[in-house]
């Protein structure tokens, strides 16, 4: 049972490139979550997803797209990086809204 | 808006106590709150739900006082692993789907 797995761990992209993370739960939640993490503050929500197809937009969306390609992966998009989206992201999941949120073990990213 | 914690950090003794707050602008429907280590992911603590409804660990304590729209935990008999940063996680639409995070009160315990 790993939990909720992220990969990459780190990463390094020059302004202007894209990439996507990725985020996998084997724990049968409907509910999933991206985060980012900046130094000395409290986690963001970039987007959160209540079931398989379905995407809401959080405090920060801007600059990301997100997928949830099934119950399990729900994955992170950044079309064309900035460096204002240096910064740690974190995914979790859980089993609804009412319950805790279980956390991978973050991505750091950053962007030149 | 983001809530207010305080304090913003603490250093404690081992079994020594400690409360952190979380304060917000807004009406609150419920709080959350996590523990996160450095260098690693955050961990969850408790949930506080209007009405008085707790769902969490038995050691640790917390309280949520809806009118003064506050939440405050509580460490008691502190231990070496209570170290960390904590987070109050606030829901200000009643779904708990979206929750606004505070900046964190960093506590460590010495010997």
């Known amino acids: 049972n790993a939990g909720v797995t992220q990969t990459p761990k780190f990463q390094v992209l020059k302004t202007g490139q894209s990439m996507t993370l990725q985020c996998a739960q084997d724990?049968?939640?409907?509910?999933m979550y991206w985060y980012r993490q900046d130094p000395g503050m409290g986690l963001r929500l970039i987007y959160y997803?209540?079931?398989?197809?379905?995407?809401d937009k959080g405090e920060v969306p801007n600059g990301y797209n997100v997928s949830r390609l099934n119950k399990r992966e729900f994955s992170l998009r950044l079309e064309s990086a900035a460096p204002s989206q240096t910064s740690v992201y974190f995914c979790?999941?859980?089993?609804?809204?009412?319950?805790?949120?279980?956390f991978g073990p973050g991505t750091r990213l950053t962007v030149l | 808006q983001q809530p207010v914690q305080s304090p913003q950090a603490v250093i404690l003794r081992e079994g020594e106590d400690a409360v952190i707050n979380c304060s917000s602008s807004?009406?609150?429907?419920?709080v959350h709150w996590y523990r996160q280590k450095h260098g690693e992911a955050p961990v969850f603590l408790m949930i506080?739900?209007?009405?008085?409804e707790q769902k969490g660990h038995d050691k640790i304590s917390a309280s949520f006082n809806e009118k003064k729209q506050q939440s405050s935990l509580y460490l008691t008999a502190s231990q070496l692993s209570y170290s960390g940063t904590y987070f109050c996680?606030?829901?200000?639409?009643?779904?708990?789907?979206?929750?606004?995070f505070g900046t964190g009160t960093r506590l460590q315990v010495t010997l």
């Open positions: 979790a999941s859980s089993e609804g809204v009412w319950a805790e949120q279980f």
């Open positions: 724990m049968n939640h409907n509910s």
């Open positions: 997803s209540a079931s398989e197809g379905t995407t």
């Open positions: 807004k009406a609150l429907y419920s």
């Open positions: 506080l739900l209007k009405g008085g």
């Open positions: 996680g606030t829901d200000h639409t009643g779904t708990a789907s979206k929750l606004t």
